[in-house]
């Protein structure tokens, strides 16, 4: 009998949901240059999406937010507005939000344990802990749920840090 032949496992999908109130300049701006960011690299193992926890689903994104991201090359035009669910929030493996309201909106719908603040996440995954001793930090909680390596949770740890400056 011939041996099954080496396969490396398909890998696994991990899904980001940026959250601010209206979603139509903050979040995806940030989904969008989480977007263009994970296709540079050739990423194909993450989702992005972006919703507000007061949003009237079906807006466009705002003239300020195209404007802006359209300088980098980034195209909002097509943009519609979601409301933050609890469907989105299942999904979601981590949910960045934009301020302290916003964690609220997010922890009532059953997502406080994957949930944090865009800048705050941020700073901690700059100054989290010990990497090589394998410490309980946010870059290895997205290693374990990309199933690749450190360095590619480190990638999306310092793609992560950008955007929290970038957005905020």
Sequence with gaps: M??????EPAPTTFNVLF?????????????????????????QHVEIAS???????????????VAVMGRSGIDLSGHSSQRLTAGLVAWADLILVMSPAHLHAVADLGGAEKMALLGEFGAT???????????QTMPLAILGALETD??????????????????L
């Design 150 to 167: 450190l360095d590619a949770a480190l990638a999306l740890s310092v793609l992560l840090v950008v955007l929290s400056f970038a957005v």
């Design 19 to 43: 959250v601010c109130t209206g979603n139509t300049c903050r979040s995806p701006m940030a989904a969008a240059l989480a977007r263009d960011e994970l296709a540079h690299r050739g990423w």
């Design 51 to 65: 919703a507000g926890a007061a949003a009237d689903p079906g807006e466009a994104a705002s003239k300020a937010a």
């Design 2 to 7: 011939d041996a099954e032949p080496n396969r």
């Design 125 to 135: 995954l700059m100054f989290a802990g010990n990497f090589i001793g394998r410490t």
